[in-house]
C-alpha cells in the first residue's frame, strides 16, 4: 500500500518516522506517478493546462504538450493573480500567498505560488528530520538547540495576498506557531524573538537566550552557513554588553520590541554574575578558535547549510566550531522543499540529498557538465577544431531513471501551480537509497563570470579560490567572504574577485604581502578551465586577474544593500557574482588593495586521438 500524499504522523515516533522514509524511497516510482496523476486531475481544467491538454489529464500527453518553462515563461500568470485574478489560472486549490525567492540568485525576487496545503506539505517535511538525526546523533531530547531564525516583511500585492520569503511564511503560520510539542526539537529562541521584525533586536535577544541557556544546549545553527558567521561577527561585537546584560539580569534599552523585551526577560529571571563570568573568559581568550564549542560545551554539531556556494564557508566554520560536525539537513527552495540528507553526519564536501517523491512531480534536464576544446595534431588552434556546446537538451529523464555520475538540472510540477518549472539547480547524481536518487547540489544555473567565450560558474568559481587561498594559511589569514564581477571597462576586460579577510588572532590589522596576493591572482588563474586560459595566453581576450581586497565589513554593507532592495535577512547568501553597478561601488569603496596577476596561466589545446 502506497504512503498518502502528506502521511500523518507522531514527530516523536523515530520509528514510524523512518519506516515512512523506507516506503517512500522503495515505491519512488508508483508515488511519482500518483503524485503526477494527483496534480493533473486537480489542475487539468486551469487555464494554463487546459491550454495544452484540452481539460484532459493523460500522463503522456503532459510531457509531450506541456513544455518545459522558465520563470519568465509563468511570470504573467502569477502576476495576473498577485494583481487579481483567481487562483485558477495556474490552481484549483485557493492561492494563499506568494513566495518570494532571496533575489540574490540570479537577479530580481520571483514569486511563487502557495496554498495553505503547502504548509501542512512542508511540516510533514520539518518532521521527518528528526528520526533522521536520532539515528546517528543520541541524545537530542535531553537538551535544546539554538538556532538562529529570522523573519522578514510582508509586501503587499493588489489582490490582496502577501508575499514574503518562503522562511518568513513558515514561521509566521500556525503550523510553526500552533505546533505540537517535539521533546526533539526545543528551541533556546523564543517565538517571539525570531518573528521580531527588527533583525538585530532579533538576533541580540536570541544570542542573548542562547547564552543564557549555554548548558543546555545540544545543537546550534542557522539557515545557511553565511547566517551562523554573521551570528558569529555580532558576537564579536556586542559580547560585552550581552555579558553586562546577563550579569545584571536586565535587558539592554535598545531593545524596545515589547514582545521581545517580556520573552527574553523570562529566561533571563535573575542575575546571574557567574555566567557572565565564565562567558566573558572565554570572549577574552586571545583566538576565537573554537569558541562555539567553548561556549556550548554540550553541543554535537552545527546545523547549517554548507554545500553549494555555501562551500566556502567550511574552512572558517571549523576554525570556530572546535571540531563540531557541520551538518546540512534539507534540500529546499522557495518552489517546493526537495530533499533530506540520509547520512548527515557525512563530510561537507560528501553531501548528498535524497529526494522525496511525494513533494513534487521531479524530473530531470540532463546535462553536458564541460565542453572541451579540440584542436589537430599539429597543435594549430582552429575555430572548427572547437567542439561546441551541445544545443540544449529539454527531453527530460524521471525521477527513478537518472543515472549514477551524471549531471541534471533540475525541474519541478509541483502541488501549487508550477507545471515542469526549471529550478536552475544543476545536480549531481550520487547514488540511491532504495529507489530514490541521491544528489549533490553543484551550482546554480548560469550564475557565471565571462568576458569572452568564458563561462565560468559558482563551483569553478569556489574550487579557484579555494586553491588560491591556501597561500594565506602561512601568513594567519582566513578568506571569510569573496564575490566576483567581470569588469568589462578596461579592453580587453578581466576578473575582479573582491575578498574580505580576517586574521586568526585578534588583530584588525591586515598587512598585506604584495607577492602572496600576486601569487592568489596567478593561483586562481591557473585553476579555472581550459576556456578561460586559451582566452588569457593564446587569444588575449581576457586581461589579468585582479584581487581587490575590502576593508572589515564590506561583505555586511553588502548584504544591507541587497536587504533594503527586497532579500530577506534569513534567507540572503552573498552572490559568488554581482552585476549591480551599486553593488560594485558599494564594494569598490572599501578597497584596501588591489593586485593584479603577473603571469599568464598555462594552456594547451585538447588533443583529440586519431582511431
Known amino acids: 500500500m502506497l504512503p498518502r500524499m502528506i502521511p500523518s504522523y507522531n514527530p516523536n515516533d523515530n520509528e514510524h518516522g523512518l519506516k515512512l522514509l523506507e516506503d517512500l524511497t522503495t515505491n519512488a516510482y508508483e508515488v511519482q506517478q500518483q503524485v503526477l496523476e494527483e496534480i ?3 489542475n487539468a481544467q486551469t487555464e494554463y493546462l487546459s491550454a495544452f491538454l484540452n481539460g484532459h489529464y493523460d500522463r503522456k500527453d503532459f510531457k509531450k504538450k506541456v513544455p518545459v518553462v522558465n520563470y519568465e515563461d509563468v511570470k504573467p500568470y502569477i502576476e495576473r493573480i498577485a494583481n487579481g485574478e483567481p487562483s485558477d489560472i495556474i490552481s484549483a486549490q485557493k492561492i494563499t500567498e506568494l513566495l518570494t525567492s532571496s533575489g540574490t540568485s540570479g537577479g530580481q525576487p520571483k514569486m511563487m505560488p502557495s496554498t495553505v496545503e503547502d504548509l501542512d506539505r512542508k511540516t510533514f517535511f520539518y518532521n521527518l528530520l528528526v528520526p533522521v538525526m536520532n539515528k546517528y546523533v543520541d541524545g537530542l531530547d535531553q537538551g535544546k538547540g539554538m538556532y538562529l531564525l529570522f523573519i522578514k516583511p510582508e509586501i503587499s500585492t493588489p489582490s490582496g495576498l502577501v508575499a514574503r520569503p518562503v522562511l518568513t511564511s513558515y514561521y509566521k503560520s500556525s503550523n510553526f506557531r500552533n505546533r505540537p510539542f517535539n521533546r526533539y ?4 529562541s523564543p517565538d517571539e524573538t525570531i518573528l521580531c521584525l527588527d533583525s538585530k533586536q532579533s538576533m541580540y535577544c536570541q544570542l542573548l537566550c542562547g547564552l543564557v541557556q549555554r548548558d543546555e544546549v545540544m545543537r546550534v545553527g542557522a539557515v545557511f552557513a553565511s547566517a551562523f558567521l554573521r551570528a558569529i561577527k555580532f558576537l564579536e561585537d556586542h559580547w560585552k554588553e550581552l555579558c553586562s546584560n546577563i550579569g545584571s539580569g536586565h535587558i539592554s534599552d535598545w531593545i524596545t520590541d515589547p514582545s521581545c523585551r517580556n520573552a527574553v526577560s523570562l529566561v533571563l529571571s535573575k542575575p546571574n554574575p557567574d555566567l557572565a563570568n565564565l562567558i566573558e573568559y572565554e570572549f577574552n581568550n586571545k583566538s576565537w578558535e573554537g569558541i562555539v564549542k567553548r561556549l556550548w560545551p554540550r553541543t554535537k554539531y552545527i546545523e547549517v547549510i554548507v554545500t553549494g556556494s555555501m562551500a566556502q564557508y567550511i574552512p572558517t566554520l571549523e576554525f570556530y ?9 534539507m534540500y529546499a527552495s522557495s518552489e517546493c522543499y526537495f530533499g533530506i540528507n540520509f547520512n548527515p553526519l557525512s563530510k561537507p564536501h560528501d553531501v548528498a540529498y535524497t529526494l522525496l517523491p511525494n513533494m513534487a512531480y521531479f524530473e530531470f534536464l540532463p546535462v553536458e557538465k564541460h565542453h572541451e576544446e579540440v584542436a589537430p595534431c599539429n597543435g594549430v588552434s582552429d575555430q572548427n577544431c572547437i567542439k561546441e556546446e551541445e544545443k540544449e537538451n529539454l527531453e527530460t529523464v524521471d525521477l527513478v531513471d537518472v543515472k549514477l555520475g551524471h549531471y541534471y538540472e533540475l525541474v519541478v510540477t509541483t502541488f501549487t501551480g508550477l507545471y515542469r518549472y526549471r529550478v536552475g539547480d544543476i545536480l549531481m547524481v550520487t547514488g540511491f537509497h532504495n529507489n530514490a536518487p541521491q544528489f549533490r547540489f553543484m551550482h546554480r544555473r548560469n550564475v557565471v563570470l565571462s568576458i569572452d567565450t568564458d563561462k565560468t560558474n559558482e563551483e569553478d568559481l569556489l574550487n579557484a579560490v579555494t586553491q588560491a587561498k591556501l597561500l ?17 571597462s578596461s579592453i580587453p576586460g578581466h576578473y575582479v574577485l573582491f575578498w574580505e579577510l580576517k586574521t586568526k588572532e585578534k588583530n584588525d590589522l591586515i598587512e598585506l604581502d604584495t607577492n602572496i596576493m600576486e601569487q592568489c591572482c596567478s593561483t586562481v588563474e591557473e585553476s579555472l578551465d581550459s576556456v578561460y586560459r586559451r582566452c588569457r595566453r593564446k587569444d588575449n581576450s581576457i586581461g589579468p586577474l585582479e584581487i581587490r581586497i575590502v576593508k572589515h565589513g564590506a561583505f555586511d554593507a553588502l548584504m544591507d544593500f541587497s536587504v533594503s532592495q527586497g532579500s530577506s535577512v534569513n534567507q540572503y547568501k552573498t552572490p559568488r557574482c554581482i552585476k549591480s553597478e551599486e553593488a560594485i561601488k558599494i564594494l569598490d569603496s572599501r578597497v584596501v588593495g588591489r593586485f593584479f596577476s603577473k603571469s599568464t596561466p598555462l594552456w594547451e589545446p585538447f588533443r583529440m586521438e586519431t582511431k
Do not use: Q, R, V, W
Request: glycine share 10%; charged share 10%; aromatic share 12%.
Open 185 to 188: 526539537n526545543i528551541y533556546t
Open 472 to 488: 594565506l594559511d602561512p601568513l594567519g589569514f582566513l578568506l571569510i567572504e569573496y564575490t566576483s564581477y567581470a569588469d568589462t
Open 321 to 329: 566550531s572546535g571540531g563540531l560536525p557541520l551538518i546540512s539537513t
Open 40 to 42: 493533473l486531475t486537480k
